[in-house]
């Protein structure tokens, strides 16, 4: 009789469970995310030596904690004369990752000397996998995948940029 009681309880406790997991259409709510627009915060230069220059862009600077947590997220397109530069307070390996970025990136990471010291291209969307630095860096500057290759980016390369 006891063992009846026990199974009988059971069923019970695993129906009300089922019971209050389950949920309607009605209750859910829909997370609607509104598409961030490029904020043009500075100009940026990409340059071979000291001399020959490479590129200008307009960059957003992500130069804070929040700002560069949320990097480019959320964004489904960008024009290829706009980056994101990321300012880090100190010089030290890197980890990026695609979660919740919704367009290809090139990654490119930058020392405190602002030189270009590895890349990552054509980062996927929505990829977590780890992308790390070979070296220290202080600055990581994004950009729509496909352009490193098509200015032909490669270490050594040096960045300038200012604020507007």
């Known amino acids: ?3 009846f009681l026990v199974r009988v309880l059971l069923v019970l406790v695993f129906f009300c469970l089922a019971l209050v997991s389950c949920e309607t259409n009605e209750n859910k709510k829909e997370v609607i995310t509104e598409e961030v627009s490029f904020k043009k915060e500075g100009e940026l230069t990409i340059s071979r030596g000291d001399s020959i220059i490479i590129e200008k862009i307009d960059i957003e600077i992500a130069d804070n ?8 997220m959320y964004r489904t397109s960008m024009k290829n004369n706009q980056g994101m530069l990321f300012v880090f307070p100190d010089e030290e390996q890197r980890f990026f990752y695609m979660k919740n970025t919704e367009i290809p990136l090139d990654i490119i990471y930058i020392n405190s000397e602002k030189q270009v010291v590895s890349m990552v291209k054509n980062a996927q969307p929505r990829n977590e996998a780890s992308l790390p630095s070979k070296k220290p860096a202080q600055y990581v500057l994004e950009l ?3 352009i490193a290759n098509e200015w032909k980016l490669a270490e050594g390369d040096k960045i300038s940029y200012s604020k507007i």
């Open 65 to 72: 904690e929040y700002e560069r947590q949320t990097g480019l």
């Open 1 to 3: 009789m006891i063992n």
């Open 144 to 146: 729509n995948a496909g």
